[in-house]
């Protein structure tokens, strides 16, 4: 069965950090390339981050360029995204999602189009 189930998310004030992890099972997480998005209450569902399955390429949107990091654990599970520098803004639910191609320069989706979703974690940036 395929799961990929998203933590670390809290309450953190603005400038503190926070690492959501993606644990995934019930699928080889080597062949597929990883997005994580975020949807704030009342707004639309955005992409935040992507790395792909083959090189390990990253892209950003404009908003957490600088401030946030995806990357592959050392296990062969699990994916990171650390956020450093959290502003309000950045309150969201945020979701990591699988897909088998994840293109940097895909004009659909965020990098992809997405097979598998998290349940999401909450994230609060409030002081």
């Known amino acids: 069965q395929v799961q990929l189930v998203e933590s670390g998310g809290g309450l953190v004030q603005p400038g503190g950090s926070l690492r959501l992890s993606c644990s995934t099972s019930g699928f080889t997480l080597d062949h597929y390339g990883i997005g994580w998005f975020r949807q704030a209450p009342g707004k639309k569902r955005e992409g935040v981050s992507c790395i792909t399955n083959d090189d390990g390429r990253t892209h950003y949107a404009d908003s957490v360029k600088g401030r946030f990091t995806v990357y592959r654990g050392n296990t062969d599970s699990m994916i990171f995204l650390q956020m450093n520098n959290l502003i309000p803004e950045d309150t969201a639910v945020y979701y990591c999602?699988?897909?088998?191609?994840?293109?940097?320069?895909?004009?659909?989706?965020?990098?992809?189009?997405?097979?598998?979703w998290g349940q999401g974690t909450q994230v609060t940036v409030a002081s």
């Open positions: 999602a699988a897909a088998l191609l994840v293109d940097i320069n895909y004009s659909g989706n965020y990098c992809s189009d997405y097979d598998y």
